[in-house]
C-alpha cells in the first residue's frame, strides 16, 4: 500500500506558475508515478509521467509548459507548471503505478482565473 498526498494548489491567474508536490508514504523507486486532472464534467486525464528510470511523457496540451520530476530519495514527486491557462483549471491527482497495483492521492484543486 502506498499513500499520497498532493500539496501546492491553489488559485493563480493567467500566465502565472504552481508547483505541485506529491509526498509518498513509502519508497516509490519502482513505481511509474504520474500526474493526472479532471476538470468538472470531464473524465479524468493523464497530464505526465514518469517511469522509474526517469522517462517522462505529457499529453500534448500541456508540453512545454509542464516539468514532471521525481526525487525518490524524499518519496516526492512534483508537477511545476508554468503558463497556466484556464483550460488547466481542474483538481490534480498524483498515482502510483506498479502493475497490476495502482494508488492514488486525494487532489488538490487548481484553478486559473482573472
Known amino acids: 500500500q502506498v499513500q499520497l498526498v498532493e500539496s501546492g494548489g491553489g488559485s493563480v491567474q493567467p500566465g502565472g506558475s504552481l508547483r505541485l508536490s506529491c509526498e509518498a508514504s513509502r519508497s516509490i523507486s519502482i513505481y511509474a508515478m504520474g500526474w493526472y486532472r479532471q476538470a468538472p464534467g470531464k473524465q479524468r486525464e493523464l497530464v505526465a509521467a514518469?517511469?522509474?528510470?526517469?522517462?517522462?511523457n505529457y499529453a500534448d496540451s500541456v508540453l512545454g509548459r509542464f516539468t514532471i520530476s521525481r526525487d525518490n530519495n524524499k518519496r516526492m514527486v512534483y508537477l511545476q507548471m508554468n503558463s497556466l491557462k484556464p483550460e488547466d483549471t481542474a483538481v490534480y491527482y498524483c498515482n502510483a503505478k506498479l502493475s497490476p497495483l495502482s494508488y492514488w492521492g486525494q487532489g488538490t484543486q487548481v484553478t486559473v482565473s482573472s
Open positions: 514518469i517511469s522509474s528510470n526517469g522517462f517522462t
